[in-house]
């Protein structure tokens, strides 16, 4: 169980928002019989309830999708148990995925697709037109994955180099792999995966496609517990992928009822973006029509 306060919106009868997010991944870090309060709703109690409750102090956590670490406590109580493994937080498992400065917003339907293809094929390619989101749904979906690869999860950016050969380099040098003597890297580096079970996720294999999918190939037959993520403008063509299409977020109707219109992921997302770069800006009935209009002409290259 997992405690925190704060607002909530609500929309259609569900509630979303920041704080519903927050506890969502807050609940991610526990164990079975463990209670965590986040560090808002221990102060939200006040010293009035001082005397009846005991927390422990699990310090400060990096959670998926949130910009800062999160300072969590557990309840103590003499009916539950007291020891539990440390919490499941981005800090405990082997990882480089990188620290999200904004929020995640829509693209429930891809997340449910994508984690239903990773259950199913060993290499899922997202595919889509460059500034689609590719990129943040890869480590959207590897975040989300986490706990099922005690041996790490691996971003790995091919855009970084032009070289043929280079590809088991930029591999080795992300994951730790050294070099050995009298040996090919790229055997160094299959005989180190092959015994663990690890997620790799590929940015950018347009650059290098040919050497990707070569080595891609190699990976996916000798190693067995590996799996694999790729973005990419096209299909990699490798025996046994699975392509998750990422299409841009569909525009509102700017002609909507204003309440439609803000609940549209693409108006969310410009909203809050906005809102980070000019906090007086807010989503209003006065200016969602507007807005949606904007993004319409935006999308169509008028503006």
Known sequence: MALHC?????RDGDYFGPTLNR???????VHGGQIVLSQRYRESLGDAHADQIDVRDLG???LRDLPKPEK?????????????????SLDALP????????SFIGRAKEMGNGEWLLACARLVTLTGTAGTGKSRLAMELAAHNLHGFPDGVWVIDLGTTTRADAVPQVIAATIGVRDE???ALRQTLLDYLATRRVLLVFENCDRIATDYVDLALAILQQCREVQLIATSRE???VPGEAILRVEPLPLADPFAPPAKIAARDAVRLFADRDAAAQPAFSLTDHNARALAADLARTRHGIV
């Not at 506890?23 to 870090?29: E, F, N, P, Q, W």
């Not at 969590?72 to 499941?88: G, Y």
């Not at 990882?95 to 904004?102: A, D, K």
């Open 6 to 10: 704060g607002g909530a919106e609500s």
């Open 23 to 29: 506890i969502a991944r807050l609940l991610m870090t």
């Open 60 to 62: 400060s956590h990096r």
């Open 72 to 88: 969590i406590c557990q309840l103590l109580h003499p009916s539950l148990a007291a020891s539990f493994p440390p919490l499941r």
């Open 95 to 102: 990882n480089n995925l990188p620290r999200q400065l904004t």
């Open 181 to 183: 003597a009298g040996r």
């Open 235 to 237: 299909p990699l063509a």
